[in-house]
């Protein structure tokens, strides 16, 4: 069992920044692999950001350049730094937990939101412009 607990959502402007954290715990939560996803309004929810086994990190088109996903060295916490934020960030951000299998994961090693075995709770974004 893995409970995961997202915090750091927020308002902020456009050009603002943000950092979430996420927190892994449980007695199998060094079997998984956690990633950041966001859902937006009336739209799927969607990979953001992972840090795989090796420590690379993936992003999805849309943050790359803004946002950085990092963990401490525990690995049972995550981070995603999101800088110069656009409207278009607005969405509740998920940590989830993936077993870490290629199959988790797309062709651009982003993972995927129905591989996610468990779920944080979501924290709420908003951007203003």
């Known amino acids: 069992q893995v409970q995961l607990m997202e915090s750091g959502g927020g308002s902020v402007q456009s050009g603002g920044s943000l950092r979430l954290s996420c927190v892994a715990s449980g007695s199998t939560v060094s079997r998984y692999c956690i990633a950041w996803f966001r859902q937006a309004p009336r739209k799927e929810r969607e990979g953001v950001a992972g840090?795989?086994?090796?420590?690379?990190?993936s992003y999805t088109d849309s943050v790359k350049g803004r946002f950085t996903v990092s963990q401490d060295n525990a690995r049972t916490t995550l981070y995603l730094q999101m800088n110069s934020m656009k409207p278009d960030d607005r969405a509740l951000y998920y940590c989830?937990?993936?077993?870490?299998?290629?199959?988790?994961?797309?062709?651009?090693?982003?993972?995927?939101?129905?591989?996610?075995?468990?779920w944080g709770q979501g924290t709420q974004v908003t951007v203003s412009s």
């Open positions: 989830g937990a993936l077993n870490c299998r290629r199959s988790d994961y797309n062709n651009d090693y982003l993972p995927l939101a129905a591989r996610v075995n468990y």
């Open positions: 840090i795989d086994e090796e420590g690379i990190p």
